[in-house]
T-cell receptor
Framework: EAGVTQFPSHSVIEKGQTVTLRCDPI?????LYWYRRVMGKEIKFLLH????????ESGMPNNRFLAERTGGTYSTLKVQPAELEDSGVYFC??????????????FGPGTRLTVL | QKEVEQNSGPLSVPEGAIASLNCTYS??????FFWYRQYSGKSPELIMS????GDKEDGRFTAQLNKASQYVSLLIRDSQPSDSATYLC??????????????FGTGTKLQVIP
């Protein structure tokens, strides 16, 4: 079974540019999560999809971030326009769904974003 | 108060010893608890999950949960240099919107000295 994959692995862009990150979850996982880890800080939740619907986007920092999951398969996270403070590692995770709480989440390798 | 608190370390233990990693959480309603291992430059890897009070053992790893004290720990027996990594405690909690989400601690860096 293939794990969670993310693309690209690294991205270096200039302030004001646009970047789109992609995540392919484990096949059959309805839940898809985006997280971000800024240098020296803890992993922070950004948002959660259940299939194609945004279940919780309370962690999205501002409206420069747009996440989509068309068809309930892969997801994209677009940052437009990028700012210096957006630099960090963006992780995607996926899990099964169960009624009383989250299943174990499996993480992708992350995308390291550097905004210059 | 942070939702999930861990000592950042580093925690140094000699090879073969027991490493004890601790985590406290603030949401009394939390139901699911996870330990992830993260090697430098890599993504978090799930190593243990625990849902009920008591101990759960898996090989050299034992997770311990005490919901009354809002405390979860991870014991690593016979520590090996390859166990050197950052260990992340993750706890599910309910958001103000009523959704379940997982919150991570900052992680404890473990160093196993050969």
């Amino acid at each position: 079974e293939a794990g969670v994959t993310q693309f690209p692995s690294h991205s270096v862009i200039e302030k004001g540019q646009t970047v789109t990150l992609r995540c392919d979850p484990i096949s059959g996982h309805d839940n898809l999560y985006w997280y971000r880890r800024v240098m020296g800080k803890e992993i922070k939740f950004l948002l959660h999809f259940v299939k194609e619907s945004k279940q919780d986007e309370s962690g999205m920092p501002n409206n420069r971030f747009l996440a989509e999951r068309t068809g309930g398969t892969y997801s994209t996270l677009k940052v437009q326009p990028a700012e210096l403070e957006d630099s960090g590692v963006y992780f995607c995770a996926s899990s099964h769904w169960r009624v009383w709480g989250p299943y174990e989440q499996f993480f992708g390798p992350g995308t390291r974003l550097t905004v210059l | 108060q942070k939702e999930v608190e861990q000592n950042s370390g580093p925690l140094s233990v000699p090879e073969g010893a027991i490493a004890s990693l601790n985590c406290t959480y603030s949401d009394r309603g939390s139901q699911s608890f996870f330990w992830y291992r993260q090697y430098s430059g890599k993504s978090p890897e799930l190593i243990m999950s625990i849902y009920s009070n008591g101990d759960k053992e898996d090989g050299r790893f034992t997770a311990q949960l005490n919901k009354a004290s809002q405390y979860v720990s991870l014991l690593i027996r016979d520590s090996q240099p390859s166990d050197s990594a950052t260990y992340l405690c993750a706890v599910n909690s309910r958001t103000s919107g009523g959704y379940q989400k997982v919150t991570f601690g900052t992680g404890t860096k473990l160093q196993v000295i050969p």
